[in-house]
């Protein structure tokens, strides 16, 4: 059985103060309204790790947004995965289309940061997903399977089932427009049937696959009942903790 996970991304939001209140609010929601077997995370920016970390439960899990590809050393203003591992932190999203486009993220770099993410034993959530350009020119799966290929088909296998996948097209985030759930159901099979291509079919049975781009309480419960859609990597929607918690109730 796969797992089901709903990771909230808040980017670049939340003072100190802010992001205390919001995940405390979201870790008791969770506790007493949550019974699926769903994992969800918390990915808070760097300056909130440690003290949020303190405060959630078993059910809630820590993550990171970004992290460095080297150990320690002369890295100014960057964080390794070591680090992120002494406060808590147990998943690191990598690969995000922002990343990617305003941080000059290439696949090999990323293919870099998911080695030591899993060296260290952490889980990377690795974002992959087409513009919108990309999907008219009907270039959109063979484009999101190249970026599986070049990051990730290095992995054993044993490597490649500690990997969470988020398909995120770019047209979807923070737009309003999410994909439809045919758009999301095809992508997340072919994505799927790719990692069978090199992993086999059973392996790639295991492998959780979330949605993001949009994602909210309305569309959730359609989305999440495709039947590859594993869970959702969740922007806007994770800033309030209302509205993140029912997006976590529409995963069955
Ligand atoms: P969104 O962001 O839910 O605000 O579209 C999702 C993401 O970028 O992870």
Same mark, same amino acid.
């Given at each position: ?11 670049m $939001?939340?003072?100190?103060? +802010? ?14 309204? #949550?019974?699926?077997?769903? +994992? ?10 440690a003290s /949020?970390?303190?405060?959630? @439960?078993g059910k /809630?899990a820590?993550?990171? +947004? ?5 150990? &320690? ?9 070591e680090? !992120?591992?002494? *406060?808590? /932190? ?13 941080? $000059?993220?290439?696949? +090999?770099?990323?293919?870099?940061? *998911? $080695? ?5 034993g !952490? ?9 919108l350009?990309?999907r ?5 799966i ?9 990051s990730?088909?290095? !992995? ?13 097209? #770019? ?18 099979e ?6 069978? @291509?090199?992993?086999?079919? &059973?392996?790639?049975?295991? #492998?959780t696959?979330?949605?993001?781009g949009?994602?909210n309480?309305?569309?959730a ?20 903790a209302?509205?993140? /918690?029912?997006?976590?109730k529409a995963?069955?």
């Open positions: 059985m796969r797992k089901k996970i709903i990771a909230g991304n808040w980017k $939001n939340n003072d100190f103060e +802010q992001g205390l209140k919001l995940a405390s609010e979201v870790n008791n929601m969770v506790k007493d309204e #949550i019974n699926a077997d769903v +994992q969800v995370v918390i990915c808070a920016p760097y300056i909130h790790l /949020v970390g303190k405060l959630l @439960s /809630v820590l993550g990171a +947004q970004n992290c460095y590809t080297k150990k &320690s050393g002369a890295y100014t203003g960057e964080v390794s995965v680090m !992120l591992k002494s *406060v808590g /932190v147990s998943y690191v999203i990598i690969g995000h289309s922002e990343r990617r486009e305003y941080f $000059n993220e290439t696949n +090999q770099f990323l293919a870099e940061k *998911v $080695n030591i993410i899993l060296e260290n !952490l889980t990377p959530i690795f974002c992959c997903g087409e513009t350009k990309q008219e020119e009907g270039i959109h063979d484009f999101v399977n190249s970026q599986l290929t070049d990730l088909f290095h !992995l054993s296998p044993e490597q490649f089932t500690k990997v969470v996948i988020a398909y995120e097209p #770019i047209w979807a985030i923070g737009t309003g427009v999410t994909a439809s759930t045919a758009q999301a159901q095809e992508m997340h072919k994505i799927r049937n790719h990692i069978a @291509s090199k992993y086999g079919a &059973s392996l790639a049975n295991e #492998i696959i979330q949605y993001g949009s994602c309480a309305s569309n419960p359609e989305l999440f009942a495709c039947a590859d859609i594993d869970g959702g990597l969740i922007g806007g929607a994770s800033l309030e209302r509205k993140f /918690v029912d997006v976590i995963m069955k």
